[in-house]
């Protein structure tokens, strides 16, 4: 069975600041996907990020960085300079054997001016 | 990426009546699915909506509660059927574009009074 956890359910920072999504997974598969996602108050989610488990370099995009670990089963996402665009519910998923998306329960960030 | 849109936005409706929601996507897709999102939870499978078969229910739906269609490769509808308050939901629909990777329409926001 697949497991995603987001332990963190609400980060608040004031803009500017750094700020990292934990995302932990669970899987028996050896090849698996991992997806950031982020939803923003009004409801779409957005695709920000694939990962496929055979590439472990670490991704950037603008102030977006992802940190993929297998060694301890982690996708980290970090907001660098962040702002109050920022602020949405971002979701980590993961697929496996299975198309069916397995996703965390996501963790609100909340960017204050 | 394909371009999905989805109707109503947005509805309030009272409870013991049905609503139907449409995915519309500009290209030609295998696979569509519905997804349910209740308040500050994540998201759950529905169905997958294949066309020319009948929808495969995820265990905790019903086709008589959530009956789907899927005409043709670049439309389906989900119909909430006899709803209740519990049915406030944000519903979205994804297509899967490539293998393992899913992309989201911008989501019906349902409330049941």
């Known amino acids: 069975a697949q497991k995603v956890t987001q332990a963190q359910t609400e980060i608040s920072v004031v803009e500017k600041e750094d700020v990292t999504l934990d995302c932990v997974y669970e899987?028996?598969?050896?090849?698996?996907?991992l997806f950031w996602y982020k939803q923003p108050p009004s409801g779409e989610l957005v695709f920000l990020i694939r990962?496929?488990?055979?590439?472990?370099q670490n991704e950037i995009s603008g102030r977006y960085s992802w940190n993929f670990q297998k060694s301890t089963s982690s996708f980290n996402f970090t907001i660098t300079a962040s702002q109050v665009v920022d602020s949405a519910v971002y979701f980590c998923a993961l697929t496996g054997g299975s198309y069916i998306p397995t996703f965390g329960r996501g963790t609100s960030l909340i960017v204050h001016p | 990426s394909a371009v999905i849109s989805q109707k109503p936005s947005r509805d309030i409706c009272q409870r013991g009546t049905s609503l139907t929601i449409q995915c519309q996507v500009d290209s030609q897709v295998t696979m569509m699915f519905w997804y349910r999102q209740q308040p500050g939870q994540s998201l759950t499978l529905i169905a997958t909506?294949?066309?020319?078969?009948?929808?495969?229910?995820e265990s905790g739906f019903v086709i008589d509660k959530f009956p789907i269609s899927r005409p043709n490769l670049t439309f389906s509808t989900l119909t909430v059927s006899n709803m209740s308050p519990e049915d406030s939901s944000i519903y979205l629909c994804?297509?899967?574009?490539?293998?393992?990777?899913?992309?989201f329409g911008p989501g019906t926001r349902l409330t049941v009074l």
């Open positions: 899987t028996r598969d050896t090849t698996y996907y």
């Open positions: 909506a294949n066309q020319g078969s009948e929808a495969t229910y």
């Open positions: 994804s297509v899967e574009e490539t293998p393992n990777e899913q992309f």
């Open positions: 990962r496929n488990s055979f590439d472990e």
